[in-house]
């Protein structure tokens, strides 16, 4: 049985997140690009793309990006959070054992069943991508800083950020020319 172009690509990106390595930026600015072309005539907002100046440099050729928002939070607030995250595989409830625990430790709510962690919430796997965030990702932030399009919101908890944020991207957009919060065709 052969792979489509979909799949192929797909078991390569899961292979480098297992690794707990970033996607390369050749094979991630393929796919987020080609994904774009389909929203050229609306707004959008990417999580987690561009994450090297490399792939700021693509999507730049392409988009004029009006906004990128920067959500500062400390490390060791994300290291806590994702490796205490567990998952139900079945229905995909999460669980935090810090602030959203089962009811019986390890065990699904709903149905008893066991809990999984995902290698990439894993502590070892989640300090590995931080590494390679503060190489390879900091760096952009310098590349948006100096265009005049970075927005910085700093905490801990997303209920004190996100009020923040929202204020924020409703001023955007809210102006009647529909821009985009993160980019615009």
Same mark, same amino acid.
């Not at 792939?55 to 928002?69: P, R, S």
């Given at each position: 049985?052969?792979?489509?172009?979909?799949?192929?690509?797909?078991?390569?990106?899961?292979?480098?997140?297992?690794?707990?390595?970033?996607?390369?930026?050749?094979?991630?600015?393929?796919?987020?690009?080609?994904?774009?072309?389909?929203?050229?005539?609306?707004?959008?907002?990417?999580?987690?793309?561009?994450?090297?100046?490399?792939?700021?440099?693509?999507?730049?050729? &392409?988009?004029?990006?009006? =906004?990128?928002?920067?959500? !500062?939070?400390?490390?060791?607030? @994300?290291?806590?959070? +994702?490796? #205490?995250?567990?998952?139900?595989?079945?229905?995909?409830?999460?669980?935090?054992?810090?602030?959203?625990?089962?009811?019986?430790?390890?065990?699904?709510?709903?149905?008893?069943?066991?809990?999984?962690?995902?290698?990439?919430?894993?502590?070892?796997?989640?300090?590995?991508?931080?590494?390679?965030?503060?190489?390879?990702?900091?760096?952009?932030?310098?590349?948006?800083?100096?265009?005049? &399009?970075?927005?910085?919101? =700093?905490?801990?908890?997303? !209920?004190?950020?996100?009020?923040? @944020?929202?204020?924020? +991207?409703? #001023?955007?957009?809210?102006?009647?020319?529909?821009?985009?919060?993160?980019?615009?065709?």
């Amino acid at each position: 049985m052969q792979l489509g172009k979909c799949e192929e690509v797909g078991l390569l990106v899961k292979s480098y997140i297992d690794q707990g390595q970033l996607v390369s930026d050749d094979v991630i600015t393929r796919l987020i690009l080609h994904d774009l072309k389909g929203l050229e005539q609306c707004s959008w907002l990417l999580d987690g793309f561009p994450r090297t100046v490399t792939q700021a440099e693509c999507l730049d050729t &392409v988009y004029q990006i009006d =906004t990128v928002l920067n959500l !500062n939070v400390p490390f060791e607030t @994300i290291k806590e959070r +994702l490796s #205490s995250r567990w998952i139900h595989l079945g229905s995909g409830r999460v669980y935090n054992t810090n602030f959203n625990p089962p009811k019986i430790p390890g065990l699904d709510d709903v149905t008893g069943e066991p809990l999984i962690q995902r290698n990439d919430d894993k502590l070892e796997t989640v300090t590995r991508r931080l590494k390679s965030y503060e190489t390879q990702t900091r760096p952009v932030l310098e590349y948006y800083r100096n265009k005049g &399009v970075l927005e910085t919101f =700093t905490g801990t908890e997303t !209920n004190k950020i996100w009020p923040h @944020i929202q204020t924020f +991207l409703c #001023s955007k957009t809210s102006d009647g020319d529909q821009k985009a919060a993160a980019g615009k065709a």
